[in-house]
């Protein structure tokens, strides 16, 4: 995610001294994983193997297409259909919040 940050700003700002390059440095070589965190500065470089998964945030735009804005929009239910069986976890929605873009 710091990666995809710092990305997005030099798409943003077109610096021309600046090339974006997805490494870490560290001072021996090792296979390394970069640690997120829910406050994203936060994430550091460690050692070893992923970290398993323990939250996902899907976003379908389906009001747009409510909208007349293009049936492509229309996502939700394949979001559903691919997460209805979440494993250990569940799945959670919104469906009740009275903001037309949140269900």
């Known amino acids: ?23 870490a440095c560290t001072e021996a070589a090792a296979d390394l994983r970069i640690e997120t965190l829910p406050v994203w500065e936060s994430n550091y470089v460690r050692a070893g193997g992923p970290a398993p998964t323990r939250n996902e945030c899907v976003a379908a735009h389906d009001f747009r297409a409510a909208r007349g804005e293009g049936k492509e929009f229309r996502t939700v239910g394949l979001v559903r259909q691919f997460l209805k069986d979440p494993g250990e976890g569940r799945l959670l929605t919104r469906d009740d919040d009275q903001r037309y873009y949140v269900p």
């Not at 995610?1 to 490494?23: C, I, K, Q, W």
């Open 1 to 23: 995610m710091s990666f995809d940050v710092l990305r997005s700003f030099a798409e943003l700002n077109h610096p021309s001294n600046l090339v974006t390059l997805n490494y």
